[in-house]
């Protein structure tokens, strides 16, 4: 498939009653080469859960936005997790201010370097702004370079935090963010 340009894309939100596609772009973004850098789940731990658990995590799981072909394909994903003051997050930090935390990033291989990337994060940002965010945080594993080229590009700067994947804690992660 040639790359298409992201004009040709729809990015909106994903709706409770769609949860077999979004079943669809999380299997295959977890079989991407990248994904055991990418993503903390596996495909098959994620192949194997219930119909219940994707009804559920769409309908009431992170804002989830995606890009759709003008063919209704879903080529793209960003997730959106509002973090509140004041809580602890899941690695059991604290949580100073209230705060975006972006999760599932994928975009299909095709729609790579055409700038989908850079208008699914703008929704996504935009969205923790309008939710009072302050900043905008990410995860990335060091070894992933093409996705910190673009969390950089997209402004995104490392805090300095780093935090161990819940299943490997011998290694360490990124946190980049992006102050309002
Ligand atoms: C991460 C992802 C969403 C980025 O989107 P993208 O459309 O590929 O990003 P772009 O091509 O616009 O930007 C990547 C930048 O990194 C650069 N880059 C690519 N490979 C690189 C490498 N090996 N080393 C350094 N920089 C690299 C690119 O040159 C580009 O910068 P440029 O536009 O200035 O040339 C996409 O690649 C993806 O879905 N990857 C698989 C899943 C994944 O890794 N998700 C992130 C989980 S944290």
Not at 28 to 52: F, H, I, K, Q
Not at 99 to 109: E, F, K, R, S, T
Not at 115 to 124: M, N, V
Not at 153 to 178: H, I, N, Q
Request: some cysteine; charged content about 30%.
């Amino acid at each position: 498939m040639s790359a298409m340009s992201f004009e040709e894309c729809v990015i909106r939100p994903v709706r409770a009653e769609e949860w077999k596609a979004a079943k669809e772009l999380r299997l295959t973004a977890l079989r991407d080469p990248v994904a055991r850098l990418a993503y903390l789940d596996t495909y098959e731990e994620a192949v194997a859960r219930p119909d219940s658990f994707w009804r559920e995590r769409t309908a009431n799981g992170a804002r989830q936005f995606i890009a759709e072909t003008a063919d209704g394909r879903w080529v793209g994903n960003v997730a959106v997790l509002i973090e509140e003051a004041g809580t602890t997050d899941w690695a059991g930090s604290p949580v100073e201010r209230r705060q975006g935390h972006l999760v599932g990033v994928y975009v299909a291989p095709g729609h790579r370097g055409s700038g989908l990337t850079k208008a699914l994060f703008d929704a996504a940002v935009e969205w923790a702004w309008e939710c009072g965010a302050e900043r905008v945080r990410l995860i990335v594993h060091p070894e992933n370079a093409r996705a910190l080229g673009f969390y950089r590009k997209a402004g995104f700067v490392e805090s300095g935090v780093t935090v161990p994947p819940a299943d490997r804690p011998e290694e360490r992660e990124l946190e980049m963010v992006l102050e309002r």
